[in-house]
Structure formats: C-alpha cells, structure tokens
C-alpha cells in the first residue's frame, strides 16, 4: 500500500529565509511524486514532480524537491520565501500503476515580513 | 499549459435537490478524470475515477448512487450530488490527465458547494 505523510502540519517562515517542507512516502513500488500548492480559494497548481529520472527535482517559482529512496523522503525546498508563498502545499503520491493520487494532509505555509 | 475548468464555481441549494457540477478539460482529450473532495482545513479525498465511455470507478465508503458521474466526452465529465444534505457541503475538485499519459493529472479550481 502506499502512502505519503508530511511532518509539519504548518511552517511559519520569515520574508527571504529558507523554506523547507518535509514528505515522507511509503510505496510497495516505484511510485512518481508530486508538489501542489492550493492558494486561498484557488485550485490546485503542480509545482514540481519526480518520475524516476533525475533525484533534484527542479520546479516552478524556485521550488526544488530532492528524491532520497533511502531515506523515501521528497522534501520541497526554496531558498528564499516570498510573501506570495503563503499557501497549503500537498505532496502527492500515485498509488498504483494507473497513476491514483494519495495526498497528504497538507502543510501550511505562511510567511512573515 | 493544460487547463481544466469546473461550472459552477460557487452554488448554494436547499436539502433535498439535486446538484450538477461539470468538469471539462479546455485545450485537451482526458480520458480519465478524478472526483475529489475536501472538507475545510483537509486534505483532498479521491471520491471516484470517471474513464470516458465507460462506469466510474468509486472509492470505499462512497455511495454511487448519492454521487452520480458521467464522462460522456473526452473533455467533459460531471458530477451530480443527489438529494444533497447539508453533510455534502464541500469542495468538490476535478482533475483531469491527458489521454495516452499516465502521469500529470491537472486540476479544476473547485466547486463550492453549500445545503441549506
């Protein structure tokens, strides 16, 4: 069975330090993994996924994510927060080979001046 | 990039009737499309799995009959909350994957539903 868990149900960061969001998945095989993000009453944006190529995974708005199979953790990083940042962010995992989606419980992010 | 739309955005019906939300893929062919839903402050829950042409597939612990999904084109599926209750307000959220891929599923903006 699979399933993704992330670690921090909120992240408060300030303006331009460093955000890290931590996501932990189990899988009985070679799953493919995702970051979305959720603003406010909007929908889902795909911010970054992992398909069995490269382990760094670069995506959208500076957002990078690195693939550890030993470690099965795909945490999402960024470098220097924005105002526009604050968000729910869900990693997202396929459950199966037809590529069902697992979310996990989300994390909310928000980002002080 | 591909966008998925979802009509209405917003609607407010009283218990009892019934509410059809729509789900279409605007610049692509999507033989498959998801039905989630998502409780304030939660994570989205996979409520079915609707493949053109043929019967969706639900989750465990989701009534076919109270939730009915048609895909009847590759570009538009539709969900129908029957004799809604106010226990069914929700976000409803579509995704949608392009036909032939088995990877990136692309979401709709959500539907607000609220029973009265």
């Known amino acids: 069975a699979q399933s993704v868990t992330q670690l921090d149900s909120h992240v408060s960061v300030s303006e331009g330090t460093p955000v890290l969001l931590r996501c932990n998945y189990s899988s009985s095989y070679s799953p493919s993994l995702f970051w979305y993000v959720q603003h406010p009453n909007k929908g889902l944006q795909l911010l970054l996924k992992y398909t069995s190529a490269a382990t760094l995974v670069k995506g959208i708005n500076g957002f990078e994510a690195e693939f550890k199979k030993s470690e099965t953790s795909f945490h999402l990083t960024k470098p220097s927060a924005h105002m526009s940042d604050a968000a729910e962010y869900f990693c997202v995992v396929t459950t199966d080979s037809w590529g069902k989606l697992q979310f996990g419980a989300g994390t909310q992010v928000v980002v002080t001046p | 990039g591909a966008v998925v739309s979802q009509h209405p955005s917003w609607v407010i019906c009283k218990s009892g009737t019934s509410v059809k939300i729509e789900c279409r893929s605007l610049d692509f062919q999507a033989t498959t499309m998801f039905w989630y839903r998502q409780f304030p402050k939660q994570s989205l829950m996979l409520m079915a799995t609707?493949?053109?042409?043929?019967?969706?597939?639900?989750e465990q612990g989701v009534e076919k009959d109270k939730f009915l999904i048609n895909h009847a084109s590759l570009t538009l599926s539709t969900l129908t909350v029957t004799s809604a209750h106010p226990e069914d307000s929700s976000f409803y959220i579509c995704?949608?994957?392009?036909?032939?891929?088995?990877?990136?599923?692309?979401f709709g903006p959500g539907t607000r539903l609220l029973v009265l």
């Open positions: 995704s949608a994957r392009v036909s032939g891929s088995q990877e990136t599923q692309y």
């Open positions: 609707s493949n053109e042409g043929s019967k969706a597939t639900y």
